[in-house]
T-cell receptor, first 112, second 110 residues
Framework: AQTIHQWPVAEIKAVGSPLSLGCTIK??????LYWYWQATGGTLQQLFY??????VESVVQLNLSASRPKDDQFILSTEKLLLSHSGFYLC???????????FGSGTRLLVI | GQGVEQPDNLMSVEGTFARVNCTYS??????LSWYQQREGHAPVFLSY????GLKDSGHFSTFLSRSNGYSYLLLTELQIKDSASYLC???????????FGSGTKLTVEP
């Protein structure tokens, strides 16, 4: 069975500090991977997607970047956090066209 | 975005039904998905539709009219535990981008 794991579960970070969030998929080779962000009480917004290792497409950047260093790993990062980065970060995977998205359990980030 | 619109709130009664509506801009449509999201949790996939008509999946059914840019999620025989937010999402401009609506918060009362 496929599993998707996100880390950390939650973080409290200072404005201006760096951030790295991770996502790992097990049990599926070459999945399509996605990063989403949701402000508290807000709408889910897609940030990035990746179809293959080393390739990442931006949808909405929000002063964040993403990388896919391995087939089963997707990383979201920034060198300097803003207050507006607070929210719920979700990683998801799919098999591609006409396939549903399965979300990880998310990382809750508070920037102070 | 794709102008995905949903009503904010919907209330219904246990044992009856609820219809969650969704409208979207039709240009470049590549399919529409429905998700359930509980407070503080990740969305859970319910249904994906790309062709017109009604897709019956038991407790959840979905309808799509591509020419009208309209879909609904129908929940039958409601239970209290169906209380959650229901999110509509359109794939645009390609299969790898999902634009979500703001969600409809369904409250099921006894």
């Amino acid at each position: 069975a496929q599993t998707i794991h996100q880390w950390p579960v939650a973080e409290i970070k200072a404005v201006g500090s760096p951030l790295s969030l991770g996502c790992t998929i097990k049990g599926k080779s070459s999945p399509n991977l996605y990063w989403y962000w949701q402000a508290t009480g807000g709408t889910l917004q897609q940030l990035f997607y990746s179809i293959t290792v080393g390739q990442v497409e931006s949808v909405v950047q929000l002063n964040l970047s993403a990388s896919r260093p391995k087939d089963d790993q997707f990383i979201l990062s920034t060198e300097k956090l803003l207050l507006s980065h607070s929210g719920f970060y979700l990683c998801a995977w799919s098999l591609g066209q006409n396939s549903d998205y399965t979300f990880g359990s998310g990382t809750r980030l508070l920037v102070i | 975005g794709q102008g995905v619109e949903q009503p904010d709130n919907l209330m219904s009664v246990e044992g009856t039904f609820a219809r969650v509506n969704c409208t979207y801009s039709t240009s470049g449509f590549n399919g529409l998905s429905w998700y359930q999201q509980r407070e503080g949790h990740a969305p859970v996939f319910l249904s994906y539709v790309v062709l017109d008509g009604l897709k019956d999946s038991g407790h959840f059914s979905t309808f799509l009219s591509r020419s009208n840019g309209y879909s609904y999620l129908l929940l039958t025989e409601l239970q209290i535990k169906d209380s959650a937010s229901y999110l509509c999402a359109v794939r645009w401009p390609n299969y790898n981008v999902l634009y979500f609506g703001s969600g409809t918060k369904l409250t099921v009362e006894p």
